[in-house]
């Protein structure tokens, strides 16, 4: 189970760190990822980051402003984001799987936090 929180009202230029905290398996056999979803479009990868983090992979538009991690001890990840506009605001998921963009490699969704990004 993938617990997701961290996501709130933010004005453009703001920061705000996203958590997954994970349940009832073992964390560091996945790796893991966020995706997000605005309204009315389909799911994207953000970022995932490989079972003991030596490989990380971004969305263009957002390399250089989020930083993807994990604390395999905590069985926890985050996203740090830095620098947001207003086209990154959406529902933001974490999942757990195998590593990859593609949202068919990940098994386990978390319920996803509302990241808002006012002008």
């Known amino acids: 189970q993938l617990q997701a929180s961290g996501g709130g009202l933010v004005h453009s230029g703001g920061s705000l760190r996203l958590s997954c905290v994970a349940s009832?398996?073992?964390?560091?056999?996945?790796?893991m990822a966020w995706f997000r979803q605005a309204p009315g479009k389909e799911r994207e990868f953000v970022a995932s980051?490989?079972?003991?983090?030596?490989?990380?992979d971004y969305l263009d538009s957002v390399k250089g402003r989020f930083t993807i991690s994990r604390t395999n001890a905590m069985n926890t990840m985050y996203l740090q984001m830095n620098n947001l506009k207003p086209e990154d605001t959406a529902v933001y998921y974490c999942?757990?799987?195998?590593?990859?963009?593609?949202?068919?490699?990940?098994?386990?969704w978390g319920q996803g936090t509302l990241v808002t990004v006012s002008s």
């Open positions: 999942a757990a799987g195998s590593n990859g963009i593609l949202t068919g490699l990940y098994d386990y």
């Open positions: 009832g398996g073992a964390f560091d056999s996945y790796a």
């Open positions: 980051i490989s079972r003991y983090s030596g490989d990380l």
